[in-house]
Nanobody, 124 residues
Framework: QVQLVESGGGLVQAGGSLRLSCEDSGRTFSRYVMGWFRQAPGKAREFVASIGRSGGITDAVDSVKGRFTISRDNAKNTVYLQMNSLKPEDTAVYYC?????????????????WGQGTQVTVSS
């Protein structure tokens, strides 16, 4: 069973950095494509980045390319989102998600398992 727990959120000034972590307590982490999504107040949940099972394939939305990096450590059952040069518009609750079908996707409904979310607030 997949149980995802995010950590690493917080309050940071514009231009600062944060690293989000998402750990799976199960034993099948390496079988899942992992994704990061975010949801700002009053807005729909949006795709941020995804990473394939072995970490060799990554994807990210244009607004974060060059600033955010997704990575994973299958030995630690953990996926990371390194966020640099943060902007106020990055403020949102960030969620990690897992999907077992092996095809990286930007669509939230393709992901079967979700963490509880971690708040990221970027002040101007």
């Amino acid at each position: 069973q997949v149980q995802l727990v995010e950590s690493g959120g917080g309050l940071v000034q514009a231009g600062g950095s944060l690293r989000l972590s998402c750990e799976d307590s199960g034993r099948t982490f390496s079988r899942y494509v992992m994704g990061w999504f975010r949801q700002a107040p009053g807005k729909a949940r949006e795709f941020v980045a995804s990473i394939g099972r072995s970490g060799g394939i990554t994807d990210a939305v244009d607004s974060v390319k060059g600033r955010f990096t997704i990575s994973r450590d299958n030995a630690k059952n953990t996926v990371y989102l390194q966020m640099n040069s943060l902007k106020p518009e990055d403020t949102a609750v960030y969620y990690c998600a897992a999907q077992p079908r092996g095809i990286p996707s930007r669509r939230p409904y393709d992901y079967d398992y979700w963490g509880q979310g971690t708040q990221v607030t970027v002040s101007s």
